[in-house]
């Protein structure tokens, strides 16, 4: 039997550190915590494909933490879509009350 690749394993636990890192900072309701998980979402996708694609069958524990930092990286990026469709969404449906309302306080 010979010795998994360190390789796979680095990458493996690199992604699933920073997938955790990037779900706990895109559930926060800021802003600015998003923009500061996106390098997070990058080494998320890139290192869990990276780990996955290097990982070895003799080191099955590789496989799983590339797989689970793939899957927390993309339940980031899910959850960031849906929260801001739905942002957006509100934003839009209020914008013709206030047109209406700047309207009717701005006419003298």
Avoid: H, N
């Avoid at 496989?63 to 990026?77: D, E, Q, S, T």
């Avoid at 739905?86 to 009717?104: D, N, Q, T």
């Amino acid at each position: 039997m010979r010795a998994p690749s360190p390789s796979a394993r680095w990458w493996a636990t690199l992604s699933l550190i920073s997938g955790g890192v990037w779900l706990a900072l895109s559930l926060a309701p800021f802003f600015v915590t998003t923009l500061l998980g996106l390098p997070f979402a990058a080494l998320a996708l890139v290192g869990g494909w990276l780990g996955r694609r290097a990982a070895d069958p003799a080191d099955p524990g590789a496989g799983r933490r590339a797989k689970w930092g793939l899957g927390l990286g993309c339940a980031g990026c899910l959850w960031q879509i849906a929260y801001f469709t739905l942002l957006g969404g509100a934003l839009i449906a209020g914008l013709p009350s206030l047109v209406e309302y700047l309207r009717k306080t701005l006419t003298p």
